[in-house]
Structure formats: C-alpha cells, structure tokens
C-alpha cells in the first residue's frame, strides 16, 4: 500500500462532558463511512471502541481507542476519548496527538464542566475545534439556547454550520447553512440522506446565517477581506477555499448538530471535517529541544523519524502496545531509534494501523499519521522516539495530580511481587495514576483522578494480575511536638550475672518553629561521660522521634540539649545509653505539654455558581477555612485550606453537591496544632490495638 500524503490524514480526538454520546458519534461516523455494516449498541458492548471489560461492564469509556476509516479519499484517524474526568489522561494523549479537537456538547444539557475542561486542554496545544451538538432528538431540546451558551462561553466565533430542523424525538432533518439546503436523512441508520430546497421563513434565515458565515470567513483571510469589501461578497468558490483558514485560526468555530445513536446529521459533519478539517500540514513545524536542552523545530518533511508515543496498553485482546504519532520521517519494522527520554535505543517490532481492538500490520507508518509497535523493551507514554543521526526530544504532555487517595489492603499474603509488578505496568499506562509504599504509615497508597478511577484499576489488577485487594482509607500521617520547654535525668542499670549495662542521661528539650525538625545538640562538660556516647544518646532520640511517643507518630519541631550524665567504667557501653538515651527523651516529651499536628491541605475547587452556598457550608463541616473566591472562564473557584482527615473521598462528595460539575485539587500546605477533642480521638485510636494485644 502507498504511503498516504499528510495532507489527507485528518487527527482528531472526539472529547467531551461524560454521556455526552462520543462513542456513539465515533460509531455512527464508522457506519457513515462503511467501516462497519451496522450501529453497534452501548447498552448491548458492541461499539467498535469500547471493548475493553470495564467498559462494557460499566457502559462507560475508559480508554482512549483509535479508530479508523476514510472519507471522501481522507484517512480518518478517530481517537475516542472518556467524558469521565476519572480518566483525564486518556483525553489529554488523544488531543497531544490531535490536530484538531471535536468537541462534543449534549443538545439536552448545553455546555458542562468537563466541555470547559477538554476545552482549555485544547486550547493548551493551540488546537482548532470544532463542536457537535449531539442528541437532537431527545426531549426539551432548545437548539439555540445551547448556541447562545457556547456563544457565552467561547466566543463570538462560535457559529452554526448546521441546524435541526425538527429537533425532539423523531429528529431526521439538518438545515445545511453552508449549502443552504436541507438534509432529510433516512431512518434506517445509514446516515444517508436527500437534499431539498428551503422556503419561507427557513430560507431566509439560512440566507441571514450564510451571509454571517462570508464575513466570519473573509475576516480569516486579508486577500479575502478586500474582495469581500470590493464586491460585497465572495463566490462560493473563494467562500470555501478560506473555510479551511478560518477553522485554523478560530476566526470560525463550526457547530454541527447530530443524532448519533440514529445516524442523523453525521455525514454532513464528514464532510466538511475531510474538506477543511486540520491537516499534519498545518501543524506541520513542532517545536523540540535537542540533547542540550536548546530549542529547535521538527519539520513535517525531515527525512529523520521522530514520534511521540501518547499511550501504552497491555492487554489479552490486544497485546503490549504503544502507540505512537509520526511528526516526521517514517517507521518501519526492524528499525532502531533513539529514545530520547531514556537515552537508550529502541529496535521496532511489528507495527500496525489500529481499529478499535483490530491491528492491521503496517510496513510502514509515515509522516503525520498514527500508529501502534509491539511494547518496546523500556518505552513509556509520553517518550519520544527519534532517528539514532538526530536526536530530539518532545514536549510531553502534563497531567493534573491525583484528587483521591486510598490505602491498598491486600487480601492474602504472598501477593507483593505480583502487586509491584502490576502497579509499575499500570502507572506505565496511566500517567495520572500514582502511587507510593509511604515508611512512615507503613501501607501502599494509591493516588487518582477520582474513586471510579481506583475502582477500575483494581478491578485490572485482579484480572491481569491475579492481585485480589481492598481499598480503605490511608493511615493519615500527623506528626507529633510539644509546647513547653521540659527536662529529665534517666538512669538505666542493668545486671544479669554477666557483663552489666549503665548509663545516666540528663537531657533538655524545647519546642522549635514549624518544619524545623528535630535539632539534636550536646552541652557536655566535664568528664563525667565520654563523648564518645554522645551518638549513642542520638540513636535513642532519633529512634523515638521515629516510633512516636503519644500516637506513635513522627516527632518533629523540637531542639533535644544532652547536658549532662554518668558513666560506669566497665557496664557503660553504647547499647545502655542509647536506651537511656531514648527513655529520657519519652519522659521529657511527656512533661513538655505534647501535642498533635495535622496536615492541611490547600484545596483549590471549581464549582457552578448556583453550588456555591453547598459547596462553602461543606468546607466549614469539614472544618475548612476558605482563603479567596475568583471567577476563571465563567465557573467560580474557590481556594480553601481543609485538614487531611476531612478529605477522605472529597472529590465523590463534591461532585454529588455540584451534580457531577465540580472539581477539585489539592496539595499539602503545613501542618497545625490539632484541635485537643479530635487529638484524644486519635491518641486513643492509635493505642486500640496495644489494648487489644494486652488483652
């Protein structure tokens, strides 16, 4: 097969609010197309994109899954994203890799909060979109009440290309304002359709909104504009050779109208994306950096390969893949290449055309198009690979941090190989999915997007990796210190019939400001105990600051002064006075007025307007101090301050107050003086099970 020219490769990535209809949009495009012979069902796990286990288990996406197809002799590349904000990552990749985004809005509710968030993310890499009204024929649907919501949100810009004629159920008829004509479409899901005049009042409008659509068009292009202003208007000719510019440079955001789950208005849609849609040409210069850090350019036509690998995937349908997206040159099986991430060199296996789970061998994958190899030996999602003569390496893409935190509780021993193994593989694939084995709380922590997030990653780690877990919440890690100066003498002797064991401590200690840790001095005069016992007093401390005195959390934020002491000739030794080291410091924190820090988290949330009053009650319940209020792209946001013990599964709380709108990060801040009532909760919690075993 000939090697398909980049400027009739169309990348985009389909995203979107959540149940918004991406994947029936992706399969009615494939219908559309002939790909597939008929519209599979979500409902029944037929769709050609979501085949994953979970996702048909959940009839939700999960996955980012590339599709394709072609149009009007235009390679489709279609990459399905999840709405879920659980599964951010996917998204992000699909649209590092796009050359345009398709926005998808559902023609019920309007624009949401994850249709901002795919937006500004497309916006990041300074892509053209393009959006899809999707659902016209559902009930209460009011067509230009959504416009004038996008209009609001996005611009000016922002204008119908198509409009339902018969909006509701039953909808089959789109007014094309670029043809000024209407569309009947069939009802047998074929998305074929028939064309027919418009009269009366339709046609009017239509020929307002196509005058509209000539002035949005000229302002794109200045040779455009002064014929535009010579001659009043422009030819249908000159009219469509500056759509592609206007798309490009947003002086034109072009809205469809569709049903995907009956194949109305898809077509139309086709048509101008493989007319005008964007092109690897048009992004045909990539900013890099070479090995020395210093900027430099990947140009669409450079006979060196270099790509970007935007996710990676292992799984029993579809194998150990990465799949990777050609800025230039060509790959080809057998091929090394540089990895300029690892500074190691790759050697291609397979590589193929990918179709959902279908993997179509390539021999050779060129400039501007989408690929998938056989997993590399040490490649990873956001690596690039580039020519072993010229290295250069891309930018990658950056992920939001984690939102939600679980500990990992296995349910039978003998697990852990199999566990790291599977945690590593699925970080691998997920960017976003973090985790830790934390020393000082002594569990496995797990950090996501949000509970569904963690939900579907345990339910792999069980089925890839036979890893049978539970998650509970994580051990909160507060710290212990003290609030007076204090001072103890400790005498420890010992005489078992052999050697015998001696050593005197006096020790001072004193609280110290927040985050200066634990400072250890010594003031020793005299010879009444040799220096060489002062590390030994060291040890002890630093091991109690470890275990902990009153909870058995860390000891932090305090100076230890070892003054003074005795020693015995021959028992004295450094076993005895790291023991009296260690309980002279107990017995001094425990005059010093001891007390418990909690971390505070700063909190950054981004809610509706009219969740405002339920989302600032629930901070303070939560015992939250809120910091600022602002407004960013017509969504208030909030920055609080929330102890760690009230943020257990936050993000499920907060999008139950917002109706699934709102959204949240958060990072640790400092920690503060516990309040004493919740301070004897914990202090008594953590000696529960000293109780039990004594019992």
């Known amino acids: 097969m000939s090697q398909i020219k980049p400027a009739d490769i169309r990348n985009f990535a389909i995203v979107g609010h959540q149940s918004c209809g991406k994947t029936m949009l992706a399969e009615a495009m494939l219908?559309?197309?002939?790909?597939?012979?008929?519209?599979?069902?979500?409902?029944?796990?037929?769709?050609?994109?979501?085949?994953?286990?979970?996702?048909?288990?959940?009839?939700?996406?999960?996955?980012?899954?590339?599709?394709?197809?072609?149009?009007?002799?235009?390679?489709?590349?279609?990459?399905?994203?999840?709405?879920?904000?659980?599964?951010?990552?996917?998204?992000?990749?699909?649209?590092?890799?796009?050359d345009f985004a398709l926005v998808v809005v559902d023609a019920a509710a309007g624009p949401e909060i994850g249709t901002d968030q795919v937006w500004s993310y497309a916006g990041r890499y300074?892509?053209?979109?393009?959006?899809?009204?999707?659902?016209?024929?559902?009930?209460?649907?009011?067509?230009?009440?959504?416009?004038?919501?996008?209009?609001?949100?996005?611009?000016?810009?922002?204008?119908?290309?198509?409009?339902?004629?018969?909006p509701g159920p039953g909808f089959h008829r789109v007014v094309d304002v670029l043809r000024q004509n209407e569309c009947v479409?069939?009802?047998?899901?074929?998305?074929?359709?028939?064309?027919?005049?418009?009269?009366?009042?339709?046609?009017?409008?239509?020929?307002?909104?196509?005058?509209?659509?000539?002035?949005?068009?000229?302002?794109?292009?200045?040779?455009?504009?002064?014929?535009?202003?010579?001659?009043?208007?422009?030819?249908?000719?000159?009219?469509?050779?500056?759509?592609?510019?206007?798309?490009?440079?947003?002086?034109?955001?072009?809205?469809?109208?569709?049903?995907?789950?009956?194949?109305?208005?898809?077509?139309?849609?086709?048509?101008?994306i493989a007319k005008y849609g964007s092109t690897p040409v048009d992004r045909k210069d990539v900013p890099a950096h070479d090995d020395d850090g210093n900027e430099t350019v990947i140009r669409l036509d450079d006979p060196d390969p270099a790509c970007y690998v935007f996710k990676t995937i292992s799984e029993p349908h579809v194998g150990e893949l990465s799949f990777f997206r050609m800025y230039s040159g060509s790959v080809r099986h057998g091929m090394d290449l540089h990895n300029s991430d690892r500074n190691m060199t790759e050697r291609l296996g397979q590589i193929f055309s990918m179709h959902g789970h279908e993997r179509v061998a390539a021999s050779e994958i060129g400039p501007?198009?989408?690929?998938?190899?056989?997993?590399?030996?040490?490649?990873?999602?956001?690596?690039?690979?580039?020519?072993?003569?010229?290295?250069?390496?891309?930018?990658?893409?950056?992920?939001p941090r984690p939102n939600i935190q679980g500990a990992l509780k296995l349910k039978s021993q003998g697990d852990e190989d199999r566990?790291?193994?599977?945690?590593?593989?699925?970080?691998?694939?997920?960017?976003?999915?973090?985790?830790?084995?934390?020393?000082?709380?002594?569990?496995?922590?797990?950090a996501g997007q949000g509970e569904l997030h963690l939900a579907i990653l345990l339910e792999r780690l069980k089925r890839r990796f036979n890893v049978h877990a539970d998650l509970i919440e994580p051990r909160i890690p507060f710290r212990e210190t003290i609030k007076a100066p204090a001072d103890s003498k400790y005498r420890h002797?010992?005489?078992?019939?052999?050697?015998?064991?001696?050593?005197?401590?006096?020790?001072?200690?004193?609280?110290?400001?927040?985050?200066?840790?634990?400072?250890?001095?010594?003031?020793?005069?005299?010879?009444?105990?040799?220096?060489?016992?002062?590390p030994s007093v060291?040890?002890?401390?630093?091991?109690?600051?470890?275990?902990?005195?009153?909870?058995?959390?860390?000891?932090?934020?305090?100076?230890?002064?070892?003054?003074?002491?005795?020693?015995?000739?021959?028992?004295?030794?450094?076993?005895?006075?790291?023991?009296?080291?260690?309980?002279?410091?107990?017995?001094?924190?425990?005059?010093?007025?001891?007390?418990?820090?909690?971390?505070?988290?700063?909190?950054?949330?981004?809610?509706?307007?009219?969740?405002?009053?339920?989302?600032?009650?629930?901070?303070?319940?939560?015992?939250?101090?809120?910091?600022?209020?602002?407004?960013?792209?017509?969504?208030?946001?909030?920055?609080?301050?929330?102890?760690?013990m009230q943020l257990y599964r936050y993000s499920t709380a907060l999008r139950s107050l917002t109706g699934g709108r709102g959204l949240h990060t958060e990072e640790l801040s400092h920690y503060e003086e516990m309040q004493s009532d919740l301070q004897e909760k914990v202090i008594a919690a953590a000696k529960e099970p000293q109780l039990a075993a004594k019992a």
């Open 31 to 98: 219908r559309t197309t002939g790909k597939i012979s008929r519209l599979g069902s979500i409902e029944a796990g037929t769709t050609a994109s979501d085949y994953h286990v979970s996702e048909k288990n959940r009839q939700i996406s999960v996955h980012a899954t590339v599709l394709q197809s072609t149009w009007l002799d235009r390679k489709l590349n279609i990459i399905d994203t999840p709405g879920y904000l659980d599964f951010i990552s996917e998204a992000l990749g699909a649209l590092r890799v796009g």
């Open 126 to 166: 300074e892509l053209p979109k393009m959006i899809v009204v999707n659902g016209a024929d559902q009930e209460h649907v009011n067509f230009d009440e959504v416009l004038a919501a996008l209009r609001e949100r996005f611009g000016r810009t922002v204008f119908p290309v198509t409009l339902p004629a018969d």
């Open 185 to 272: 479409y069939a009802s047998d899901g074929s998305g074929h359709f028939e064309e027919q005049p418009l009269e009366g009042s339709a046609a009017e409008r239509v020929g307002q909104l196509h005058g509209e659509l000539i002035e949005f068009v000229a302002e794109a292009d200045d040779s455009l504009l002064e014929r535009y202003f010579d001659q009043g208007s422009l030819s249908e000719e000159e009219m469509r050779q500056g759509i592609h510019a206007a798309v490009q440079n947003e002086y034109l955001i072009p809205v469809f109208v569709t049903s995907a789950t009956s194949n109305v208005g898809v077509a139309r849609l086709l048509d101008f």
């Open 368 to 399: 501007g198009d989408i690929g998938a190899a056989v997993k590399l030996r040490d490649t990873h999602t956001g690596n690039t690979l580039c020519s072993t003569r010229r290295h250069v390496n891309l930018p990658s893409v950056e992920y």
């Open 419 to 446: 566990l790291a193994e599977g945690l590593a593989t699925l970080h691998e694939e997920d960017p976003t999915f973090l985790y830790r084995n934390d020393a000082e709380t002594h569990q496995t922590v797990l």
């Open 493 to 534: 002797k010992k005489q078992s019939g052999g050697a015998g064991q001696f050593a005197e401590v006096w020790m001072r200690i004193e609280p110290l400001s927040r985050d200066s840790g634990v400072e250890f001095t010594n003031s020793l005069v005299g010879q009444n105990v040799d220096r060489v016992f002062v």
């Open 538 to 644: 060291e040890k002890g401390v630093r091991a109690a600051c470890t275990e902990g005195i009153l909870a058995g959390y860390r000891v932090v934020d305090l100076k230890v002064d070892f003054y003074d002491g005795k020693m015995h000739p021959v028992d004295s030794k450094d076993i005895a006075f790291q023991i009296a080291g260690k309980s002279a410091f107990r017995e001094a924190f425990m005059q010093a007025k001891p007390c418990l820090l909690e971390p505070i988290y700063n909190v950054t949330i981004r809610a509706p307007e009219e969740c405002m009053g339920d989302v600032m009650g629930d901070i303070s319940s939560r015992r939250g101090k809120i910091i600022g209020m602002d407004t960013e792209d017509g969504v208030q946001v909030i920055r609080a301050q929330i102890p760690q």
